[in-house]
């Protein structure tokens, strides 16, 4: 069965602050990944999609970025934090031939 | 641009009532998502519906899908205290090489005695 982890769970930075967020998947091979992002308010926002390692497609300019350095493994990035990044951050992957997405437990990053 | 929209953003129900939650979208997809969203957790996956007139139920929740309307609905039947959470409908959005989805803003639903 596949599953999907991401750590941390929370994280408290200062702003200016670099980022680092981690998303591995187990038990599938080569899986679209998905970053969104939950403000506080409740929407989902997608940030960046990747369909193979090296393939990254952002959908919102920011100071975010994301790399795709194996197959299952999707990291999120920034050099220097803002305040409006906090929220709650969830790594997804696509299954198909359903087009279903699954997401991870979510980390939650508190700006300060 | 994509727009998906859930009615009502907050709905407080008592327990055993029937109720509704309606998601329309603004653009011509075959595939429709519902997740559901307890308080500081994920997404956990509800129904899946891929085609027009596609009803799927699970307990006292059933969903369904009309492409042509691009309307589907979430029922709620008898409702329990354990439904209370917030309810997210979300279409495919089509990606220069795949999907991502594009979610509506969400029901917060509570369920009171």
């Known amino acids: 069965s596949q599953t999907i982890h991401q750590w941390p769970a929370t994280l408290v930075q200062p702003v200016g602050s670099p980022l680092s967020l981690e998303c591995t998947v187990e038990?599938?091979?080569?899986?679209?990944l998905y970053w969104y992002r939950q403000a506080a308010g409740r929407g989902l926002q997608l940030l960046f999609y990747?369909?193979?390692?090296?393939?990254i497609s952002s959908e919102v300019p920011q100071n975010l970025s994301a790399s795709r350095p194996q197959d299952r493994q999707f990291i999120l990035s920034s050099k220097k934090l803002l305040l409006s990044d906090s929220g709650f951050y969830l790594c997804a992957w696509l299954r198909t031939p359903s087009y279903e997405q699954y997401f991870g437990p979510g980390t939650r990053l508190t700006v300060t | 641009e994509l727009k998906v929209e859930q009615n009502p953003l907050f709905l407080s129900m008592q327990e055993g009532k029937n109720y509704t939650i309606y998601c329309n979208y603004s653009?011509?997809?075959?595939?429709l998502y519902w997740y559901r969203q307890d308080p500081g957790k994920s997404l956990e996956s509800l129904f899946v519906l891929l085609s027009n007139g596609a009803v799927k139920q699970e307990g006292r929740l059933m969903a369904s899908l009309d492409t042509k309307a691009r309307l589907s609905t979430l029922h709620i039947t008898a409702a329990v205290h354990d439904l209370s959470a917030t309810y997210f409908c979300?279409?495919?959005?089509?990606?220069?090489?795949?999907?991502?989805?594009?979610f509506g803003k969400g029901t917060s639903l509570l369920v009171t005695p």
């Open positions: 990747s369909v193979g390692i090296g393939q």
């Open positions: 653009t011509t997809s075959d595939r």
């Open positions: 038990g599938t091979s080569n899986p679209n």
């Open positions: 979300a279409v495919d959005m089509e990606l220069g090489s795949g999907y991502a989805l594009n």
